[in-house]
Every structure is written in structure tokens, then in C-alpha cells.
């Protein structure tokens, strides 16, 4: 049942009965009426949008368990209403030795072949018959053909139809859903995404700013090394005053002078004349309650403080 | 036939979403870092300027010190000052008690970098002294 449409894509007649199909080139398919149910109907509704919400009532309690695809075309003023099983139709074409991929359009029977004349010859032990405007299926012997059926003549409609491969796992609702919420969720990564490199952008370009501003050395390590180098100078400044302080507040006796105040970069020199012992000691107790770290030396009645900067 | 598939749509949707997450945890984790690293070169900014204008500043160091040296007490003493490329020196070979004491309390109460100090005792009423102060 295989013959040429046009220059480039032929059509077959599937049907559970036929043969194998050895081609990989492109077909169009038309479904034998054993792969679907039909329904002639007319409806209270003018266009084929209206009618397409309805399918599923309209076959309900009459379909055996199974999960069905629909479709719909008007033809004058009757609908033509359709269902189908994509599982079955799916596993039927690769069965009869197609790929999926070779299917250009797949068509019914019904759409296709409702103005043949008689009963037309589909296979060894089936023809096909138009009754009150339904192509039906029967075995060759109830009725006398015509004919053989020739599809290399026929003009297609436009009336073809999409088999969902996944339709039998997931409905296409639940798939849509799931199609929509991934994607929402994508877009919300990416949204987040973007606007976090843009606040990264923003706080590089911040910093950029305090290096203008405070005039800071290119690199960070340059900057730690000079802040060290002044909190140095800083803790020496603070450490000479409070040891000069500590000094000129002594409660000296009255035999003892401070005779010299020396400091360099390192140290704070003092020096007291007429230091007895009792008054070292005195001197001594006196740093030791401020608890300031010191070296001390008495040389004859002269003492030396030491405090380390 | 479908020739667009909506489960390998929604892989295709769900390898983006994992690809962007990545990115996204990626993009984070640099925010984090980004904005740590702001708030340290602040601080540091903010301090090195801070002790920069305090020991740092010739011009106002030499502006702080002349008000002090200019004062009549101070000036009556004779204190001679010596500016150098990097540090000034003030000497007195014999500053009375008062004049000391007002120097000396001026000095150690403003933030001047005092790097080398030294009073002499010369007799009950006078004493020499030599400060260094550098920028």
C-alpha cells in the first residue's frame, strides 16, 4: 500500500494488517479507521475552536481505558470528531518498520478518503467503505470492491495531525505545567543571577572609588604595610606620653631630681640624682601600681628608667 | 508529528536552571567576598588617612608648632627652630621652668611625631632641651 504522492514525499496507508514499510525516505501517513474513533456530530457552535474543549465528553463512557489524543474539523455544517490512542499509533509505525522521524504528516482515514466511490481494496483481507459519510473498515468478503486503492492520486487536506510521543507518560497539560514552572524557575535564577553581577559591578567600582578618594597605593598589601608602619608610630607616640606623664607625676623626696629626660626612636630615658634606697623603692612601688613595664639601675645615688617605646 | 519534544525541552530547561544555580552560587559567593574586601579597604582607607593628615603633614605640623613657638611665654625663651627635608628641631640651651612647662604641655598634647626628646636639668630654675620632630 505504498505509492508515489508527489516528487518528493509518498503516502502510505497504515493499518494494523499492512506490510512493512522498507523505506527511509519522508512519508505522510493516513491512519486506518481501526486507529481511531469517529463521530459524525453537529453542534449548536460555529467554529472548530469551540467545539475542541468538548472532545473529551463527547467521547466519554464510549472509549476503552487508554490515553487519548483528540481532534476536530468541520466539514459543511457536521463535525467530524475524533480519538485516538499516539501510543498505539506510535508503536504501530515502528512496528511496520518506520522511524518516528521519517513521518512527515499523518492524516485519517476519514479526512482523506471520505469521497472514494464503493468499497476500496486496503490489503489482502480488508477494504475500505463511505457510509453515511464515515469511512468504515471491512473485511473483503462482505462486500464487492471496486478497486485497489491508489494513493499516488489523492490530494491530501490540511487536516493532519501531531502524535505526542510522551503523551502516555505525562498528559500534555501536566506537561505544560511542568514546561512552565521550569521555565519560570530558570528565569528567576537568571533573573537573580544578573542582578547579583551587577551589585558585584557596583561594589568593584565602589572600591575603585575609595582608592581614588583616599589616594590608596595600587595594590592592598602596599596599603597594610603602610597602615602597620604609621599604627607603629602611633603606638610609640601614645607609649612616650603616657611614660612622661608616668614620670612628672612621681611623688619624689625631697632629696631626689629628675636630672635628664632623654628619648629616641626606641626607648625613654629618665634619670633622678640623691636616690637612696628607700627612695628606689619608693620610685620603684610607684611604677609597678601604674604597672608600667620598665628596667631600672641605681649607680652610687643616680637612678636610671628605661621604658621601651 | 511533534517534531518538538517538551520533555527534552523541560531537560534542556533543567540543565539551564542547574547551569544558571551554579552560576548564580558562583556569583554569590564573589558578592560575599567583593563586599567584605570593600569594607576592609574602607577601614584602612579611612584609618591611613586619618594617621596620614596626623603625622604625616609638613605644612600643618610647622603651622601647629609656630603657634606654640610664637606664644610669649615660649618666645622669650629663644627656641630656635630648624626645618629639615623631613623633620624640624627645636632647641633652647636654657629655657626657664614656666617656658619648659608650657612648651613641653603643647607639645605632648598635640599629635606631633616626636622622634628624639631631650631635657636637661641645669640648675633649680633653667634647663636645656633639644626636640625632634619628624613627618
Not at chain 1, 509518498?10 to 505522510?28: A, R
Not at chain 1, 515502528?94 to 476500496?120: D, R, T, W
Not at chain 1, 637612696?276 to 623603692?281: P, Q, R
Amino acid at each position: 500500500m505504498f505509492s508515489k504522492f508527489d516528487n518528493k514525499i509518498d503516502t502510505i496507508f497504515l493499518d494494523i494488517e499492512s506490510n512493512n514499510f522498507n523505506t527511509t525516505d519522508k512519508v505522510n501517513i493516513i491512519l486506518s479507521p481501526s486507529l481511531y474513533w469517529v463521530k459524525k456530530i453537529k453542534l449548536p457552535v460555529k467554529s472548530v475552536r469551540e467545539v475542541k474543549p468538548l472532545l473529551k465528553s463527547i467521547f466519554e463512557d464510549i472509549l476503552p481505558d487508554g490515553v487519548y489524543s483528540y481532534d476536530v474539523y468541520k466539514s459543511y455544517d457536521d463535525f467530524f470528531v475524533f480519538a485516538y490512542e499516539d501510543k498505539k499509533i506510535l508503536e504501530l509505525i515502528e512496528q511496520k518498520g518506520l522511524n518516528p522521524s521519517q513521518v512527515n504528516h499523518i492524516y485519517f482515514a476519514q479526512s482523506e478518503l471520505a469521497n472514494i466511490s464503493g468499497a476500496m481494496k486496503i490489503n489482502k483481507t480488508q477494504s475500505i467503505y463511505v457510509k453515511d459519510g464515515i469511512v468504515v473498515l471491512l473485511p473483503c468478503c462482505w462486500i464487492k470492491e471496486s478497486g485497489q486503492l491508489h494513493l499516488g492520486d489523492l490530494k491530501l487536506s490540511k487536516n493532519h495531525i501531531d502524535i505526542k510521543q510522551y503523551n502516555h507518560i505525562v498528559d500534555e497539560k501536566t506537561l505544560y505545567t511542568l514546561l512552565g514552572v521550569s521555565m519560570l524557575f530558570t528565569f528567576l535564577v537568571l533573573f537573580e543571577y544578573i542582578i547579583t553581577v551587577k551589585n558585584v559591578d557596583k561594589i568593584t567600582k565602589m572600591k575603585d572609588e575609595v582608592f581614588q578618594t583616599y589616594s590608596l597605593k595600587p595594590t592592598m598589601m602596599q596599603n597594610k604595610s603602610m597602615l602597620k608602619q604609621y599604627e607603629k608610630i602611633n603606638t610609640k607616640q601614645t607609649n612616650l606620653r603616657t611614660y612622661i606623664a608616668s614620670v612628672l607625676s612621681l611623688k619624689l623626696p625631697t632629696d631626689v631630681t629628675l636630672t635628664l629626660l632623654k628619648s629616641n626612636s626606641k626607648k625613654l630615658t629618665a634619670l633622678f640624682n640623691g636616690v637612696d634606697k628607700k627612695a628606689y623603692s619608693s620610685i620603684k612601688k610607684q611604677f609597678k601600681d601604674k604597672h608600667i613595664d620598665l628596667s631600672t639601675s641605681l649607680k652610687n645615688d643616680t637612678l636610671s628608667v628605661e621604658f621601651k617605646l | 508529528m511533534n517534531r518538538i519534544n517538551p520533555i527534552q525541552i523541560i531537560a534542556l530547561i533543567v540543565v539551564l536552571f542547574l547551569f544558571f544555580s551554579f552560576k548564580l552560587s558562583d556569583a554569590k559567593e564573589e558578592l560575599v567576598e567583593e563586599k567584605d574586601s570593600y569594607k576592609k579597604t574602607s577601614q584602612i582607607a579611612i584609618k591611613l588617612d586619618a594617621l596620614k593628615s596626623t603625622y604625616k603633614d609638613k605644612t600643618k605640623t610647622l603651622k601647629k608648632l609656630n603657634k606654640i613657638l610664637n606664644y610669649p611665654l615660649v618666645k622669650k625663651a629663644e627656641v630656635t627652630k630648624d626645618v629639615k627635608s623631613s623633620k624640624v628641631v627645636l632647641e633652647a640651651e636654657s629655657i626657664n621652668k614656666q617656658s619648659l612647662n608650657y612648651l613641653m604641655g603643647k607639645l605632648l598634647n598635640n599629635t606631633f611625631n616626636i622622634s628624639s626628646l631631650n631635657i636637661k636639668k641645669l640648675d633649680e630654675k633653667t634647663a636645656s632641651i633639644k626636640v625632634e620632630i619628624k613627618w
